[in-house]
């Protein structure tokens, strides 16, 4: 059976070809891309959800960062798909996982675009951390690291020795969190249930929503706050140190008897 990308996705081959196009045209992109993985992998097998669940996210970074020379990295690499597909890949996606085909994750060997060769979980904060510390050792300050984690792996105890470092490292670094509530199974555990508490939590989003929307009315100017906040997120994108990975923890977050 013959699977063909939709409209715009065929016209893509490297993030290159998706930088030309406009944002208003990006939610086709994703939807072109979805149905692509599902075709595909209905007929040739593979992973099904990880992949479906990021494939905004993985436009989205395609289309922002300028990949490969930022350097992405994938937490596991189920979920690189919709990456693999807008990386060079499209045309053999369908020997995925077969004899002689291209890896189910991300591989170097394969694509100047994937970073890191994964397969086991919660290493993709270690592994843009060393890149980023290296790009500052050669200079490199323009160059963005950004690592995307899922809920599951963020539970491991290597995902939390590589926050450790960056947190007083100087390296640019910009960690993703995926928390789409779902491991292999649902996860389990107090990190997934503060993660729940803060973005189920009433008071919690009113105050973001309170905020965002008294950002909006704020006068745009140059010697408006609101252009303070802007040009500070801008810094971010551009290259600024994350100084703090982690917001600080609730006390009560690893106290086992804490409920909702
Ligand atoms: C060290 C290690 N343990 C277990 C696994 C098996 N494994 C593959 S995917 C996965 C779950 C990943 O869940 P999450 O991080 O939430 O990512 P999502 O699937 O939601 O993208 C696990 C445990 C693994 N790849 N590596």
């Known amino acids: 059976m013959e699977i063909t990308a939709g409209q715009l996705l065929s016209q893509i ?44 996210l993985t436009v989205a970074l395609h289309y922002a960062f300028n990949t490969p020379y930022d350097q992405l990295v994938w937490d596991v690499g189920h ?11 499209k045309n053999v996606f369908h020997t995925n ?13 394969e694509s100047e675009y994937d970073t890191f060769g994964v397969g086991h979980s919660s290493t993709s904060i270690g592994a843009a951390l060393g890149m ?10 323009d160059r963005q690291h950004i690592a995307v ?5 963020m539970t491991a ?13 100087n390296a640019n670094l910009l960690v993703i ?16 249930e503060y993660l729940t508490d803060i973005t ?7 105050f973001r929503d309170d905020v965002w929307n008294l950002l909006g009315k704020l006068p745009v100017g140059k010697n408006s706050p609101r252009h303070g906040l802007q040009a500070r997120s801008q810094r971010q994108r551009h290259g600024d140190q994350i100084q703090q990975p982690l917001r600080k923890p609730e006390p009560s977050l690893f106290r086992a008897d804490r409920r909702a």
Do not use: W
Request: aromatic residues 6%.
């Open 149 to 153: 984690i899922g809920d599951g792996a």
């Open 97 to 109: 996982r077969k004899y002689k085909g291209i890896a189910g994750f991300p591989n170097r060997g």
């Open 13 to 56: 081959e490297y993030p290159s070809d998706l930088r030309k196009l406009s944002k208003e045209q990006l939610h086709q992109v994703c939807d072109e891309l979805r149905q692509f993985i599902i075709d595909t992998v209905s007929v040739h097998g593979g992973h099904f959800g990880a992949s479906l669940g990021v494939v905004e």
């Open 79 to 89: 979920q690189a798909y919709g990456h693999k597909i807008l990386t060079g890949r």
């Open 200 to 206: 189920t939590s009433h008071t919690y989003n009113k």
């Open 132 to 141: 980023a510390i290296a790009s500052a050792n050669k200079g490199e300050h």
């Open 157 to 169: 105890g290597m995902a939390f020795e590589a926050l450790n470092h960056a947190g007083v490292s």
């Open 177 to 192: 969190l995926n928390d789409n509530c779902m491991s292999i199974d649902p996860n389990v555990g107090a990190l997934k």
